[in-house]
């Protein structure tokens, strides 16, 4: 009897991740912390968070704050539009079961509020 592979239920999840600074992290001398775009696959958002949390942390960084935006599919239903490149990096993420850092984009000063989507007045 051949043996059929089970459709995998891992999806990939948009993650935006805020680091500290932390020695040997890589970030430029007078940068703050960085903002990461992350793509990591996972069975839920739960479990994307954790692994990517946990390679961060590998990597000599000091990941603070996470947030989610949801899985292509939850994206594109929102009305968000999703270029070609940023499908294939999900793709890879989900075929190597991996976490990708899709861009890094290093503070200055101080570090945004997590809490803080409003605009000042």
């Given at each position: 009897m051949?043996?059929?592979?089970?459709?995998?239920?891992?999806?990939?999840?948009?993650l935006v991740v805020q680091i500290g600074r932390k020695a040997g992290d890589g970030l430029p001398k007078k940068a703050t912390g960085a903002g990461l775009v992350v793509y990591a696959s996972g069975i839920d958002e739960a479990e994307a968070v954790r692994e990517t949390v946990a390679i961060l942390k590998q990597a000599d960084t000091a990941p603070l704050d996470v947030t989610g935006y949801g899985t292509l599919e939850e994206r594109l239903a929102d009305g968000q539009e999703i270029d070609d490149e940023e499908r294939a990096l999900?793709?890879?993420?989900?075929?190597?079961?991996?976490?990708?850092?899709?861009?890094?984009?290093?503070?200055?000063?101080?570090?945004?509020?997590?809490?803080?989507?409003?605009?000042?007045?």
């Open positions: 051949a043996e059929t592979k089970k459709p995998s239920k891992q999806q990939v999840y948009t999900m793709q890879r993420a989900l075929e190597e079961n991996a976490v990708i850092v899709a861009q890094v984009e290093p503070y200055y000063g101080d570090l945004p509020d997590p809490g803080d989507d409003e605009e000042p007045l």
